[in-house]
Each structure stands twice: as structure tokens, then as C-alpha cells.
DNA sequence: ATATAAATTTAGATTTGTCTAAAATTAATA
DNA sequence: TATTAATTTTAGACAAATCTAAATTTATAT
């Protein structure tokens, strides 16, 4: 139906609005997509011819109800096959994503369904991304960042901010891996960094940086 | 490293070539491929350029040892996906195809050998043809066509030479699917039509043209 | 408010893969 | 063998997606 780069333009554009009315800018884009701000004007137009965003000269683009439901129906491709990526053929949570930004473009609606079926209808990526449904809704998280959370309070790591790969390879290097079940114990007024206890065992020290980054619930 | 369409090039001269020395042709290409015989021309000038195979003006094509690698690889792909898809997700076996020719060209080593071992290293995909090895070793089936069986002799179903969707749905229908134990008990002296009995219960006829489209061992 | 900077768009070119129509080559046939 | 037929190749064009360089518009700053 979509191409593979019109899907991942829509997935960026996605991505970048901010819902505050404003218009996507075509360098955000170009930046996020890894292209020129050439490139991107003449895919906007063309996607603007199929209906699929909003587009005035010099004022950025919106995404119209089609675009956006191609890309979250991207997004819940990609999501879906991270999980089986990381949960049926052991993938580190630092590795699907790359993978994923192949397989999402597959066509098949049944593919996706049976695959999300298979895997026990999972509702997060191995990030702590939320899934969209079938019809493109989104359960919403409400995970804080563990920079906020009080001392000697039992938390779950629940997702990341930062999905880089080096920063989730720290992660699991240090066992904090999703799921992962811990507690602030100390908070250091100086710089902010914390003392947490792993499975009420293990007490390992991380940054502000670092809890800044980590969602928990 | 190469494009979805060389690898389809490559995959469709591979399965051309008789290995009787003689060059595949332009046309029986463009026929294979669903495509002109002047495209043809210029994909194998290009293939040949790369050392994936060997070309002379009118003459046809010969892949390299290079070509056939890849070729190989592409095909050790896309029967390890049907596998899956067949295996795992409950996918009928004439519905595999058309989803493996796009998972094949995924490009990462490491996930067709991950999912490889997730299941159990098969060694045929669901038609019963063989899967090649990572290093390209294919293990030769020495099935035979069912309309060559004598009477009375246990066989099982083990593959199929007609791929196409609407036989693959008349076997299903008539339950002769892949691991089926069934024997000839009547071969029918003027159409060479068979009378088939199916776990030693169930009897059913099938025509020659259809039993000729079967193999066993 | 005007000059400069930044962002965006246009114009023209390039690459990949495709096509049609015409020319060239090989094969088939009378 | 000469002629027709079939196959293959070339030439030129096209669509998708990209790029560079130049032109235009918007934003910023003195």
C-alpha cells in the first residue's frame, strides 16, 4: 500500500509532533530521518497529495487521520516484532530495534495479528513502549522517571527514555533490565545520584543522568 | 549488501539454471520475474559487473560461485521464514510464500540463525523442500512422485513439485498435507488414477495429475 | 527597521529499476 | 540458403527517492 519511505517519514512525522498545533519543521525531520531538508519538501508534497498530512509552504506539516493511523499501524508492527525478537529469539533489549526497522515495513495485516496472537498479545516493547491496539489505541503508561520517585519505595522498572544503544547496553550491564524489581535508598543531595537496592540484595549506585532515563511504576 | 531485486534476480536464475552448462535465458528471466526482457538485460549487466554471474551477449547467464551464494542464502531464508510462519503462527502451507518472498530479504545474519535454532534447525520447509545450511549444504531429499509408487507400499507425503496456491488448497482439502501416511491400494490401468488409502483408514481417489505432483519417500 | 542568519523551497541532476519501440542477432523453416 | 520468426539488446524515457546549489521566505539581532 505505502511505500517503505513514505511509512517512515509518516513514522517520523509521528513521532515529532508535539500535539501543540504547530507544524512539524522540515530540518526536524530531515534530522530525524538521517536526509536532506530538500528530500523531505519533496516527499511532503507527495504525501500531501495522498491525503495522508497537512502541508503550507514555509509552516511545517501535520499529520491528517490517515497519516497518522499508518504510523502507528508501523509503530505496532515495530513494537510487535521487538517482542518476538527479544522474548522467542533472546535478543537484547539493545539489539531489536534495528531489526525491527526492517520487519515493520512487511506486509501482511494477518502476519502482524497471528504474530501478536502467538506472542500472548503483548502490551509493551521490550522498552517499556506501549503497543498500540489493532485500531491504533493507545493504553497510556503513566511510568514516572526514577529521579522522581521518594526513598525505600518498591518500584518496577518499567521502560527507558533514552533508547540508545550504548545507554541500554549500561543497563544491562548493571542488571536493570525490564521488570526488574528495585528500591530508592539513597538519595544524594549533592549531585542527585542514587543508591538502589536490586531484588531487595544487590546495591548498586547510578547518576542522575542515568535515573533520569529510567521509568518505573 | 544487495538490493531486494538482485536477490530476487539471483534466486530466479538459480532456480533456472538445469546445471546442463547451458545459459539461463533473457526471457525465461522476464517470465520468472514477472517482468520485460529489456529490464532483464539491464539487471544482468549490472549482476555482472558485481561477479554475480557470468554474461554473454545472446547467450544467457550463469552465476557465479558469488551468485549462487547469495541465491542460496536468500533461498535457506525464505524457507526457514515459511517454516516459521507455518510452524508457528498457524499460517496454511499455501500461504507461506507470498509473505516469506518479502521476509527473505531481511538482512541479518544473526536473526536467521537465531530463529533458525528457535525452531529446532529444520531441515524442509512446509512444500517438503530441503533448507539449505548456513554454509549452502543442501542434503538431497531422494523423494519420488507418488504416481511412481507401486501398490500396496506405505509411503508418506514429503513434498510437492506444483507450488501453486490452488493445488496446494485441493491437497489440504482432500487432507493430504505434509507428514500424511497414506498407500496405494488401486492404480486404475487407464487414467492411472489412484485409489489411496490414508492412515490406514480413510479412502480416497486422486488423478494421476495430481498424484504426479506429490512426492513421498 | 533593516541587515544578517537560518530555514525552506526550487531547479536541475543522479541512481535504481522499470518500460516501449526500434535495431540487431540468432534460430527456424521453406 | 534465403527468408521469416523469435529472441535479445540498445536507445530513450519515466517514476521514486535522493542530492547539491541557488533562490526564496521567515526569523533574529542590532
Given at each position: 500500500m505505502y511505500s517503505f519511505t513514505e511509512e517512515n517519514y509518516l513514522k517520523a512525522i509521528y513521532k515529532l509532533s508535539d500535539n501543540n498545533g504547530s507544524g512539524v519543521s522540515t530540518n526536524s525531520i530531515a534530522e530525524n530521518i538521517q536526509t536532506k531538508a530538500a528530500s523531505v519538501t519533496d516527499m511532503i508534497?507527495?504525501?500531501s497529495d495522498k491525503k495522508l498530512l497537512k502541508y503550507e509552504k514555509y509552516k511545517g506539516v501535520n499529520l491528517t487521520?490517515?497519516?497518522k493511523d499508518v504510523a502507528i499501524q508501523t509503530i505496532r508492527k515495530h513494537r510487535i516484532w521487538e517482542v518476538f525478537l527479544h522474548e522467542k529469539l533472546k535478543f537484547g533489549w539493545e539489539e531489536v530495534h534495528e531489526i525491527a526497522e526492517q520487519l515493520e515495513h512487511i506486509q501482511s495485516?494477518?502476519?502482524i495479528n497471528k504474530l501478536d496472537e502467538f506472542l500472548g498479545y503483548p502490551t509493551h516493547d521490550p522498552h517499556g513502549d506501549p503497543i498500540?491496539?489493532?485500531n491504533g489505541e493507545f493504553h497510556n503508561n503513566a511510568f514516572v522517571s526514577l529521579d522522581t520517585v521518594?526513598?525505600?519505595k518498591k518500584v518496577i522498572l518499567s521502560g527507558v527514555i533514552n533508547h540508545s544503544v550504548p545507554f541500554l547496553q549500561h543497563l544491562k550491564k548493571i542488571d536493570l533490565t525490564l521488570g526488574q524489581k528495585l528500591m530508592v535508598i539513597e538519595i544524594n543531595e549533592y549531585d542527585r545520584s542514587l543508591k538502589l537496592?536490586?531484588?531487595g540484595k544487590i546495591e548498586i549506585f547510578i547518576s542522575n543522568e542515568v535515573a533520569k532515563n529510567i521509568l518505573v511504576k
Open positions: 508534497k507527495k504525501l487521520q490517515k497519516g495485516e494477518l502476519l498500540p491496539g489493532e521518594e526513598a525505600n537496592l536490586l531484588n
